[in-house]
Structures are given as C-alpha cells and as structure tokens.
C-alpha cells in the first residue's frame, strides 16, 4: 500500500515507552548520601538546570553524572547510573503495535526530549518500536518541548510541513507549544483513545 504524505511525530517518554519513575528513584536513594527519599529525588531533577542542560546537548554526560555525585552524592558507578536512568522505561505493547502497523501508511518520526543515555539505546532495548523514519531529540536540538524552537528546528531538519503532521504527547503543554507552530496536535491520555485518533486521521477524518 501506497504511503500518505501524512507524518505522525510521536513522543518517546510517556506515550510509546510508559514511565515508572519511582523504581529508579527507589534505586537512586539507595546509592545517594544526600538522605533524598524517592519523591525528593525526583523533584530534585525535575527542577535541576543541569538536566535541563544536558538534554539540550550543552553539557556531555560525564559532566552531567559528575554534577549528580557533588549535588546529591551518589556513590555508585557511571555504569550503575546509567543503568538506574534507564530502568524507567516499559512499553506500552498496544502504542508499539499500532505504530508498527501505522507505518505501513503513515511516516513515523519520534520528536522527544530525551539525551544520549536514552537514545538510541532505546531502540536497541525495544526493537519493535523501532519503525520510524528518524527523529527529532533535544539534545541533537538545542532546544526541549515546549520550546518552539524544539519544533521548527526539527521539521526543518528533516524536511517535514507542519501542516502535514500530527504530533502526539502525553504533556499538554507541549502539543500547545506545536499547534503554534502550525501542526495540529493530539494529548495522549490512554492508548484506546489515542490509537483511534491516530487512525481516524490518518484514513482522512480531518486536515493534515
């Protein structure tokens, strides 16, 4: 079958690979001096500008684990922290699925907000989700959703029009960020809702 121009830009984190935060959390605070408990860790990141540094690529990942042990003490090996950063990922095996099938007619491209340590391991340790085009990633891009330039920066690069993609993300925030830039934008809130959706506009059920 004959693809559309049609282009599905989909988030990793939260939409194709579910996010458990609180086992890694879990396993941080054990090997953190800091006395941090799973949900002080975890808003300790969320809130880090060195994070935030390092998925926009203006910090390496030495730098990035060599601020963690100074901020909050962690004790174990490079290895052992990359190990736990990764432990947050499952699939979601009906997102996986319908994308795999989707990409028969649509073409699949992963826009997310992610760094070196989840990608591309991600899809080496998920293979099935591996069925995409290319990807837009902020650390490649200088710039994290919902920042606009996050957006016009990827279409650029890979060639795509804004009017001819949907992009799904479980942030609200973030598809708010890509309709002003001109792609029409879907909040992933279950996989049934969203696979329907997606299909829905990809057989025709809408503008692209």
């Known amino acids: 079958m004959r693809r559309s121009r049609r282009h599905l830009l989909s988030d990793i984190g939260g939409v194709v690979l579910r996010l ?9 605070a054990e090997r953190c001096s800091a006395g941090l408990g799973p ?5 300790a990141f969320r809130t880090d500008p060195v994070l935030e540094a390092y998925e926009c690529g203006r910090v390496g990942r030495a730098e ?14 490079d290895d052992e922290f990359v190990a736990i950063w990764r432990a947050m990922f499952r699939p979601d095996p009906e997102i996986v699925a319908a994308w795999r099938d989707l990409s028969t007619t649509l073409r699949i491209w992963y826009f997310s907000n992610t760094s070196d340590m989840h990608v591309p391991w991600v899809y080496e340790a998920f293979p099935a989700m591996a069925v995409h085009e290319g990807h837009a990633l902020s650390f490649e891009l200088g710039a994290r959703k919902p920042a606009p330039e996050f957006f016009l920066e990827g279409l650029r690069r890979l060639g795509l029009k804004a009017d001819e993609c949907l992009f799904v993300d479980d942030e609200p925030e973030n598809c708010v960020a890509a309709e002003r830039c001109g792609v029409r934008s ?11 959706a997606v299909r829905a506009w990809a057989a025709g059920a809408g503008p692209a």
């Open 64 to 77: 990035f684990i060599a601020h963690v042990r100074r901020r909050l003490g962690f004790t174990g090996s």
């Open 39 to 43: 949900a002080a860790l975890r808003l």
């Open 186 to 196: 879907l909040v992933h809130s279950s996989a049934v809702a969203t696979i329907r």
């Open 20 to 28: 458990d935060l609180d086992r890694p959390a879990a396993r941080m």
